[in-house]
């Protein structure tokens, strides 16, 4: 394949056809961006329907770590598939399920014995955490960010605090959930500097918190993404994750770091925590691990996960097709994949800082590895969100072969396979320069 290379009008009449047919049956709750209808995919090219081809800067939506039907998963897959496709791993035991919980042993940042429990999703895997820490602390309360997300099934969706339309509807949420601010440091509401400010906003969590809501000594943990997804790929600066750390050791609390969509090699480290140094208690994975497979990963240091048989479990969660992927992306990923994201990474950063020189929509480019964000602002000086424009430059990327997602209120979400060569990143910067520029020039 060779993306993009377009052959009709978007979207083309096979896909009109498919679209039309969704609209009459598939949830209406989906959030679809613009009219793609997959066909194929491989490494960081798909091709829709009707032999449109794209480069895809979306994976899914931060899934497809290894590139699409990565040779080595595809063969891991079928492997185990023609062997077996389940056997329940809460009733019964496959050595692939044991083989990936000893490989996230190996590669969590978090020293000493750790246990994993397996599901399907990150939501669920979240719920597990959210579980786990209270079962172990024997405290009932979780605090959590705003901007956070953490997946729509009840109890995560109590920590979810993203868009209020993902909330809207659901209420009364799981109780005990708090919130405090995350570390926006582009729209910091103290308007200090991340280089000297100590992460003042948290001190939100100690003396409002800890003082007019809950007890520390109620509060089972703190669940935290090292980097904002959802929230519009928001990067805190260290000293927020290591004073976080600080806080939950000092009161007992468990950190728990929802790497759902940061782990995994994305950010140019295995996990987001291994750039701050910073060890969780409880390590959230999902997404990427299984290159699309669906699998959740609950990790934690072995002494946490004390919870006895029956007290979790999950019919499909680590099936072993499932964890066939995982043990292929996981070497996929290890040995090469992570240090291209790393690498093509700074190399997109770079040139989309460069980029804001002439286009005046950039307010903001942030991000580490292949999980980057752009904001866009009408006014640099006055910080004026422009998420219309945001979707407009979502929809010209699109129209000229490339995929993107939103992030946020009016971040554009860059978040490619990791497999995404350097010149695939030129193509992406070229075409994100004009899509601004339409955009700009229609303003
Ligand atoms: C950080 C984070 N946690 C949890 C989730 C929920 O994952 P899932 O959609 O697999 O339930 C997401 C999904 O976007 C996420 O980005």
Request: charge should be neutral.
């Amino acid at each position: 394949m060779s993306a993009p290379d377009l052959r009709t009008s978007l979207p083309g009449p096979k896909a009109q056809q498919i679209i039309a047919r969704d609209q009459r049956v598939v949830s209406p709750s989906y959030t679809r961006a613009y009219p793609f209808v997959m066909a194929r995919g491989e490494g960081a090219e798909v091709e829709d329907v009707d032999g449109n081809r794209f480069l895809d800067c979306a994976a899914g939506i931060a899934v497809c770590s290894t590139g699409h039907s990565h040779p080595d998963v595809v063969k891991a897959i079928v492997d185990q598939a023609q062997r077996f496709l389940h056997m329940s791993g809460t009733d019964f035991y496959y050595e692939d399920q044991v083989q990936l919980a000893e490989r996230f042993g190996e590669l969590a940042p978090i020293d000493g014995d750790v246990r994993s429990f397996f599901s399907n999703s990150g939501a669920e895997a979240n719920e597990a955490a959210l579980k786990l820490a209270r079962y172990h602390t024997r405290r009932q309360y979780i605090i959590a960010f705003l901007g956070g997300f953490h997946g729509r099934t009840m109890g995560a969706l109590a920590a979810t605090a993203s868009k209020a339309v993902q909330r809207r509807g659901f209420g009364p949420f799981t109780p005990g959930v708090f919130h405090a601010p995350y570390a926006d440091c582009y729209r910091c509401p103290l308007k200090l500097s991340p280089s000297s400010c100590e992460a003042q906003c948290l001190s939100f969590i100690e003396d409002q918190i800890l003082v007019h809501l809950v007890s520390p000594d109620e509060v089972a943990g703190v669940l935290v993404e090292p980097i904002q997804g959802e929230g519009g790929y928001v990067v805190p600066p260290k000293v927020f994750i290591e004073r976080l750390r600080e806080l939950t050791t000092r009161h007992g609390m468990l950190l728990i770091a929802d790497e759902v969509q940061s782990g995994i090699g994305r950010s140019g480290r295995m996990f987001a925590m291994e750039h701050y140094g910073v060890q969780a208690d409880i390590l959230v994975s999902a997404k990427g691990v299984a290159s699309g497979l669906p699998l959740g990963v609950t990790a934690s240091r072995a002494e946490v996960m004390d919870w006895p048989p029956g007290a979790h479990a999950s019919t499909f969660g680590g099936n072993p097709v499932s964890c066939a992927a995982a043990l292929a992306t996981l070497t996929l990923v290890s040995e090469t994949l992570t240090k291209n994201a790393a690498d093509v990474g700074a190399h997109l950063i770079e040139g989309l800082r460069a980029m804001a020189d002439r286009h005046p929509l950039i307010g903001d480019v942030r991000g580490k590895g292949l999980m980057v964000g752009v904001e866009l602002v009408r006014n640099r000086e006055t910080k004026e969100r422009a998420p219309e424009e945001r979707n407009a430059v979502v929809q010209a990327a699109f129209r000229r072969g490339l995929l993107i997602l939103g992030a946020g209120q009016n971040a554009l979400r860059i978040s490619p396979p990791l497999v995404l060569s350097r010149a695939q990143a030129d193509t992406a910067l070229r075409i994100l320069d004009e899509a601004l520029g339409e955009v700009e020039h229609r303003r």
